[in-house]
């Protein structure tokens, strides 16, 4: 994975905790599931857990990510490509996007 490494301890204690945390809000972002990240299998079911869940999520997933749970997350969500001549719009989008979705929920309560 190129000059980088994996710390199983930290994607653990944190990244998949925070997950896990998040799942009480109305909104999942994370920032961002790459090959590493599936090389830790509490992650890898926290993201799961958060994808079974009820919640908005926003997910930055890397683009040559090829796990499984990639692939879901390529079929189920809407799914935006980034380029410099987008990503400005995209903001808007995306934020107008989520926004609709949390009113709905914040108005008809499941």
């Known amino acids: 994975m190129g000059s980088y490494h994996v710390n199983l301890g930290d994607l653990k204690t944190i990244g998949a905790n925070a997950i896990k945390n998040a799942m009480n809000s109305e909104l999942i972002a994370i920032d961002e599931i790459a090959p590493m990240e599936f090389k830790s299998p509490e992650f890898i079911r926290a993201v799961e857990e958060a994808l ?7 997910v930055v997933l890397h683009q040559k990510s090829n796990h499984p749970v990639a692939e879901k997350i390529r079929k189920e969500f809407l799914v935006y490509t980034v380029t410099p001549e987008n990503r400005e719009r995209l903001v808007s989008e995306i934020a107008n996007i989520l926004n609709k979705s949390i009113d709905t929920l914040k108005n008809n309560p499941v």
């Open 52 to 58: 079974g869940s009820d919640r908005n999520m926003l």
